[in-house]
T-cell receptor
């Protein structure tokens, strides 16, 4: 069953703009991670936020987590053409920190 | 870059053939995973392993089988390929950090087309 659901499904912006993607989930989580996938490639881990954290930063990335609303957002600031990719949230829940459930992803296109 | 490798990268094969998708990692990770992903869709976990001689089925039912005889190697086998098996197969591994979450490291994937 699907746990995470990203919104929007697709986002197109100009270079230099900020991009915000949202993820909603259904059950309580242990942690939430964001991954990036370039077309036809494997996924690359971006950032992990634990259920007791509210905000985390990594370079141009900012992730927030609101467990009361069961939602997370990923903000990419000052976007670049190289940020063009699909972005997935993944949740670990229940008794396992290891089995991840992925959402359908947001396709981000950054136009030069 | 993650030290996890998948071969072949692309495979076109006829219905009924037996295939094995290879996955190897050099990071010494004890946990390994296989995901199936259709174009533009989410990843579905089909198999995972928490160590040598340990394998479990994932959330998505799959006709494939896996084995884990060595820590670094986690091959996936389809005994008789069918067109419905056409998809991208992604292998991943993680190192089982205690006290927190898990980061998974992904291989580049195998794109399988069954005619």
């Amino acid at each position: 069953s699907q746990q995470g659901e990203e919104d929007p499904q697709a986002l197109s912006i100009q270079e230099g703009e900020n991009a915000t993607m949202n993820c909603s989930y259904k059950t309580s989580i242990n942690n939430l991670q964001w991954y990036r996938q370039n077309s036809g490639r494997g996924l690359v881990h971006l950032i992990l936020i634990r259920s007791n954290e509210r905000e985390k930063h990594s370079g141009r990335l900012r992730v927030t987590l609101d467990t009361s609303k069961k939602s997370s957002s990923l903000l990419i600031t000052a976007s670049r053409a190289a940020d063009t990719a699909s972005y997935f949230c993944a949740t670990a829940s229940g008794g396992s920190n290891y089995k991840l459930t992925f959402g359908k992803g947001t396709l981000l296109t950054v136009n030069p | 870059e993650a030290d996890i490798y998948q071969t072949p990268r692309y495979l076109v094969i006829g219905t009924g053939k037996k295939i094995t998708l290879e996955c190897s990692q050099t990071m010494g990770h004890d946990k390994m995973y296989w995901y199936q992903q259709d174009p533009g869709m989410e990843l579905h976990l089909i198999h995972y392993s928490y160590g040598v001689n340990s394998t479990e089925k994932g959330d998505l039912s799959s006709e494939s089988t896996v084995s884990r005889i060595r820590t670094e190697h986690f091959p996936l086998t389809l005994e008789s390929a069918r067109p419905s098996h056409t998809s991208q197969y992604l292998c991943a591994s993680s190192d089982g950090l205690a006290g927190g979450g898990e980061t998974q490291y992904f291989g580049p994937g195998t794109r399988l087309l069954v005619l």
